[in-house]
Structures are given as structure tokens and as C-alpha cells.
């Protein structure tokens, strides 16, 4: 072929030619591709959320449980944090040997405990304990924690031996 003969390939000039997919990808109310040049992001009438009104109740319940939490000694959220450690290990050892449990537990109870946890702190702030003080004395109540089982284990052992005791005098 001659010199004279070849032409090159010029991409058209895209602001002015688009193709109908980047037509149609420009136009779409649903576009949530920030690479483009105008990005179109259509929100929700008022009212139409539905998670609105959930969450409100949720914050509610919060804030309600905060209250009770905030009610209760320190001696009686120290008693609820041991009772609600054991009842999370109980769901550990439920998860191990699987059997039947509700997985959104887990987060259930770790959440109180941090609620309890919580309340314990603002109190020692408002006493004026420091950090350092705080974690030493964190450090010594959980070294005076005796085991105990947890409610949850406690209800089925006095369920046995109720059980247990109505059996031994029907016979």
C-alpha cells in the first residue's frame, strides 16, 4: 500500500458523540457512578423510609434500659456484668457443641455489658477516679470474682432438682 494511501483512526470527540450506552448510563435516576461527569442521585420522598420509625423505636428501648441500668448501684451492675459474662459464655458453649441458638444474641449481650460497663465509668468520672486508678481497680474486682453459673444454667439446675424432688415423692 502506498504512504499516501493510509489514514488513521481519529476517536470522535466524546462530549459530542456519545454512543447510546453512556446515553443511557448519563440519564438513569438510579446512577451511582461518581466516575462520570454529571452523577444523578434521586433521594426519597418524606415519609417513605421505612427504617425511620424502627429506629426510633430501638432508641427508645436504649434509652429506656439506660434508665433502668442507671437506677441500679454499682454493686448491682457489677452482680448483672458477672451474670450477663456467664450467660455469654453459655451462648459460646451452645455455639460449640451446635445446638439451637438465636446468633443476634451475641450482640444482644455484648452491647448490655458495654451499656453496664458504661454507667460504671461515668460514675468513677464523676468521683473523680482516673484512668489509671479505673483499670487497676477493674484489675482487682475481676481477681474477686468468684465463679458462679449463670442464671440461665441456674434456672435448669433448679428445674432438675425440682424435678428431681417431685419424682422422689410420687414414689
Request: glycine share 2%.
Amino acid at each position: 500500500m502506498a504512504a499516501s494511501m493510509m489514514t488513521f483512526y481519529t476517536p470522535p470527540n466524546r462530549a459530542l458523540n456519545l454512543n447510546h450506552f453512556d446515553k443511557a448510563r448519563r440519564m438513569s435516576s438510579l446512577n451511582t457512578n461518581f466516575s462520570s461527569r454529571i452523577p444523578f442521585r434521586v433521594s426519597a420522598p418524606k415519609g417513605v423510609c421505612s427504617y425511620k420509625p424502627l429506629k426510633a423505636v430501638m432508641m427508645a428501648k436504649r434509652e429506656e434500659e439506660l434508665k433502668e441500668i442507671r437506677t441500679k448501684t454499682t454493686e448491682q451492675i457489677n452482680e448483672d456484668v458477672i451474670d450477663l459474662k456467664g450467660e455469654l459464655v453459655m451462648l459460646r458453649i451452645k455455639k460449640a457443641a451446635r445446638q439451637e441458638l438465636k446468633s443476634s444474641e451475641f450482640g444482644r449481650l455484648q452491647r448490655r455489658i458495654a451499656r453496664m460497663l458504661t454507667v460504671r465509668r461515668e460514675r468513677e468520672l464523676e468521683q473523680g477516679i482516673g484512668k489509671r486508678l479505673s483499670r487497676k481497680m477493674d484489675r482487682a474486682w475481676k481477681r474477686s470474682i468468684i465463679p458462679r453459673p449463670p442464671p440461665s444454667l441456674r434456672k435448669l439446675q433448679e428445674e432438675k432438682a425440682a424435678k428431681a424432688t417431685k419424682e422422689a415423692k410420687a414414689e
